[in-house]
């Protein structure tokens, strides 16, 4: 009944998300502009459609924090939530994109018409107290005022979205916590998963603050500077060019070091940008909204939020092989399946691949023992599960005198497999080698990447070629061995993934010279 509960609230309130829409103005000249107009309502629709979803997630997210027994049903309607938040705000960059080109096209259009009323070229500081936005809508052109109206109210909406930005990464920081100490291999997997999605949501919000707020910054900034360009405020326009000096410098240092520049960015440009607002309202004589920014700049805090990850571990139980008295394996006790685990490497020995499922009783008082039935329909019996390939060989020795005729040794990378034995009979009967390979962004290795090298293959060579990624950026290919046995090569290749070092790790066959 509790479930029934919790899907009812999840479908009333996502339906009231659906139904969400609300006009929203245009800018003076395109008011007659069909396609325009399309993109500015279906602009507003997206936006409360986000809001909200966020709002929804939250509600879902206090209740899995409360509930949980329900961590199963709310975990799905989260992630599907998440899923349709990315592609509205997907969606919503699409058309404000469309949006910025028609106004910007209108303008450029527009600037030399007589129908638009043009600024003076200069301009006097006013005789009496005026509001900032009538001082602003007497001396620019109508267009550009309403591009300056329009960026204003885009405003509160990208303050928003960096709240609920740092909202979901105090939520990421809880979660990695969380797996670091999580002891169960299911629990944890919940907890990757929406860990995966929230950074996915996170990633999307810092996308559109992104592009919301370039276009904010631009058009505010460029309304700023003409004013006092034309009020030949010589002092405005020297503390501007220093002050976004500056600011830029800061960026620089800040780029690539926390979660999200954009992110970062957005308090230094905001106190920035207010700042110009700030000089403008003061030279219109507009105590009250300086007072205001100045009361609002007080509560914009510094966003330098560090990267969160999780640190994937392993969940896998190694055993050895054992053989008892009598089969332990029954009706009441059947040959479980076999633990395919989505991080981390096991080893294990096929005993016996059969068309049809096989009773204990043929598998010679082996244990443990793990069956999978994969693509083929075959059914693969498994026995022991080795953290390493040295242990796995000591098993199939044992298990080859215990009168199994082929136990191959194969092995599961992050939850793919491999047969080992397999491979290699394959690349001996062909003449092939196997070349282990590791790609890496930077010049040399790292010294825990080595040490894993030295470990396995104390007295090979490694050369080094360098070729261009996709994006042109240089990536270097380091050739760490090369062996007549792909157990060998493969044992590398674990010992080098199991680093968590920033590489990719390649094993390629080759011919032998």
Avoid at 354 to 377: C, E, I, M, S
Avoid at 389 to 395: C, G, K, L, S, T
Avoid at 424 to 440: D, H, I, T, Y
Avoid at 489 to 508: D, G, M
């Amino acid at each position: 009944m509790v479930e029934i509960r919790v899907k009812k609230r999840i479908a009333v309130l996502f339906v009231a998300v659906l139904a969400c829409f609300a006009a929203h103005g245009q800018m003076a000249g395109l008011e007659n502009n069909p396609e325009y107009g399309g993109l500015l309502r279906t602009e507003q629709k997206l936006r409360t459609q986000e809001d909200s979803l966020t709002t929804l997630l939250a509600r879902l997210r206090a209740d899995l924090r409360a509930n949980a027994d329900q961590r199963a049903v709310l975990g799905q309607s989260i992630l599907k939530l998440e899923s349709q938040l990315f592609e509205v705000r997907n969606q919503a960059g699409i058309v404000a994109g469309k949006i910025n080109a028609i106004e910007q096209e209108f303008v450029i259009r527009n600037l030399g018409a007589e129908s638009v009323p043009a600024a003076a070229d200069t301009i006097a500081k006013p005789a009496k107290q005026m509001k900032l936005a009538d001082y602003l809508r007497d001396n620019m052109p109508a267009q550009e005022y309403a591009v300056w109206q329009r960026a204003s109210a885009m405003e509160s909406g990208v303050a928003g979205l960096v709240a609920d930005y740092a909202a979901n990464h105090a939520q990421l920081r809880a979660l990695a916590a969380a797996y670091a100490v999580e002891a169960s291999a299911l629990r944890a997997d919940s907890i990757t998963a929406q860990f995966g999605a929230l950074s996915a949501s996170n990633a999307a919000i810092a996308d559109t603050v992104a592009r919301r707020w370039a276009y904010i910054f631009d058009n505010k900034g460029y309304a700023c500077n003409l004013l006092m360009d034309k009020a030949d405020n010589k002092h405005y326009m020297f503390r501007h060019e220093s002050g976004m000096v500056q600011m830029r410098n800061e960026e620089a240092q800040l780029r690539g070091v926390y979660a999200s520049d954009a992110i970062a960015f957005y308090p230094l440009e905001r106190s920035f940008l207010t700042g110009c607002e700030i000089a403008v309202a003061e030279y219109a004589g507009d105590q009250r909204s300086v007072d205001s920014m100045r009361n609002a700049l007080k509560g914009v805090a510094s966003q330098k939020l560090e990267k969160v990850k999780i640190d994937l571990k392993s969940f896998i139980n190694y055993e050895d092989v054992k053989i008892t008295g009598a089969t332990i394996y029954n009706v009441s006790n059947p040959i479980p399946e076999v633990a395919v685990h989505p991080h981390g490497t096991v080893y294990r020995i096929l005993v016996g691949t059969y068309p049809k499922a096989q009773p204990p009783v043929v598998f010679r008082n082996v244990t443990p023992l793990a069956v999978w039935r994969a693509g083929d329909g075959q059914y693969r019996y498994f026995a022991g599960g080795f953290e390493t390939v040295a242990r796995a060989e000591e098993a199939q020795s044992v298990l080859l005198k215990r009168g199994f005729r082929t136990p191959d040794i194969t092995v599961w990378i992050d939850g793919v497999y491999h047969n080992l034995s397999w491979e290699q009979r394959s690349a001996a009967a062909s003449g092939k080698m196997f070349r282990v390979e590791v790609v890496s962004a930077e010049g040399k290795l790292s010294g825990k990447v080595l040490d894993a090298i030295k470990s396995v293959n104390e007295l090979g060579d490694i050369s080094r070629a360098v070729s261009r990624s996709e994006d042109g950026t240089p990536q270097f290919t380091f050739v760490v061995g090369v062996f007549s046995d792909k157990v060998r090569a493969e044992e590398l290749a674990a010992a080098i993934r199991a680093t968590q070092q920033p590489v990719k790790v390649n094993i390629v066959a080759v011919a032998a010279e």
